[in-house]
């Protein structure tokens, strides 16, 4: 691992996800194996490299002196999302086809819904993620 494979800048900042799991081993096997994550940190948390950003999953836990009266746990009602992972592609067919091949369940096939096509699917806590591709304007502008 190098220093630049972690989510540590110089200046500036940049954007990771966090994700708390009920089982760190098998979410990290998740983005790595089916989204093609790869793992620049071991343990609890872990970190994964994914793309152009960065995943950190960590158990969950009791409220902490920096974060008083907030406990973190993983989904317990999948079907209440107050946040989502946001993936954008540039070939949607393509990712959905790989990572169904690679044990992705989506919840549907991608969708298109004029200025994207877009789809998404459940990380093995019950995390959602959605996957996106923007279309080119000159396809979404009607036409003068």
């Not at 609890?44 to 973190?72: C, F, H, M, Q, R």
């Not at 819904?113 to 080119?136: F, N, S, T």
Request: proline content about 10%; aromatic content about 6%; some cysteine.
């Amino acid at each position: 691992m190098t220093e630049p494979d972690l989510p540590a800048p110089d200046e500036g900042f940049v954007l990771t996800y966090f994700i708390v799991s009920n089982d760190v081993p098998r979410s990290a096997a998740f983005y790595q194996d089916v989204l093609g994550g790869e793992i620049v940190l071991e343990g609890e948390p872990t970190i994964l490299k994914l793309a152009n950003g960065w995943v950190t999953i960590n158990s969950g836990g009791e409220p902490t002196d920096d974060k008083p009266e907030v406990t973190l746990v993983a989904p317990t009602r999948p079907n209440e999302v107050s946040a989502f992972l946001n993936i954008r592609v540039a070939d949607i067919h393509e990712i959905h086809e790989r990572w169904t091949r690679h044990g992705a369940s989506f919840l549907t096939p991608p969708i298109d819904r004029g200025a994207e096509i877009r789809c998404y699917l459940r990380d093995p806590d019950g995390h959602l993620i959605e996957v996106g591709q923007l279309k080119p304007r000159s396809e979404t502008e009607p036409t003068p």
